[in-house]
């Protein structure tokens, strides 16, 4: 089914069109969900949770929920508190998933959150994603941008918003180039709602980057591969509630990863198992150990020794 693209700042326009697109999933789907034994849906379109479980009152079916990124949570955690509308949003959201029969979650940190709800642990099962392109030994990498040829290359792709913290690997950043070996380069690849002030930053502090832009899918690939390292954050009020997916891109890649956010997330979980020396955490917030994390990374970089697949 087709939908128009929307402005994602604009509340209210946001609204409509989750009301309008939800409103035509299940109109459309209505004669093929009464013929079915289980009904799959996810958390996209946003809050979609309000139009089955009530529809399934009549349907009858086994539903199941493939749970992505949390709503309303994430409005919660983006306005730091729920307000009288996002609370009373939030209660009843909570009254439908429990009634849901089974639930699929992308990590544990998701599980812990849907159990903090009062979801039993056995209608929870861990089926995670996986990277969306698959790299091989023969995976060729892109060109690397002008003007970084002769420094690291530290890749953000992506979504660049309020779910992920930005102002410590800014600091961090700027103390690696001040103080540190300032071998890295940032590549942002990124959009997003940060993006504008990152650059803002950026520039008044003097800081090197190169600016990309997404490529297509076919290039994916060969956009993970061609970095030293990558970056991924997440601010703390989002753990549980988010989980980048391109952290399994980065983990296929073979690349070197440094993740600003909690251990509780299970972006640490993955890469730490997956990349040995070659992955990197700090806290949100503290700045000196994201610029000693960028140091060791740069070492280890340019001492060749092993950590991820495919360190150079």
Known sequence: ?????????????????TIKTNN???????????????????????????????????????LVYRITDFHPECAIAQRG?????????????????????QFEV????????????????????????????AITQETLPL????????????????????????????????????????RF????????SAVS??????????LPYVKGAPVPIEQLASLLVTPDAHLIALSDPFVGFVLPSKVYGCIESGKAVLFIGSEKSDVHLLCAKDLGPAYQ??????????????DRLSALIDDGRPGARSLR
């Open 1 to 17: 089914m087709k939908t128009v693209l929307y402005d994602k700042t604009d509340t209210l326009r946001r609204l409509l069109w």
């Open 24 to 62: 035509r999933l299940l109109w459309r789907l209505w004669r093929e969900m009464r013929t079915a034994d289980t009904i799959l849906f996810t958390g996209s379109p946003p809050l979609l949770i309000h139009w089955m479980a009530p529809a399934n009152l009549l349907l009858r079916k086994r």
């Open 81 to 101: 508190s729920a307000g009288l509308l996002l609370n009373l949003l939030y209660r009843l959201t909570v009254f439908w998933r429990r009634r849901i029969d």
């Open 106 to 133: 992308l990590g544990k940190d998701q599980i812990a959150r849907l159990c903090e709800i009062g979801i039993p642990a056995e209608r929870i099962e861990l089926k995670r994603d996986s990277s969306p392109v």
């Open 143 to 182: 060109s690397r941008p002008n003007g970084a040829q002769a420094s690291l290359l530290l890749l953000y792709s992506g979504n660049w918003g309020v779910a992920h913290d930005h102002r410590t690997f800014l600091e961090g950043y700027r103390l690696h180039h001040q103080k540190g070996t300032a």
């Open 185 to 192: 380069t940032l590549w942002l690849n990124a959009t997003g």
């Open 197 to 206: 002030a990152i650059e803002q930053a950026l520039q008044a502090h003097d």
């Open 281 to 294: 955490r700090v806290e949100v917030g503290d700045a000196d150990g994201c610029q000693r994390a960028l």
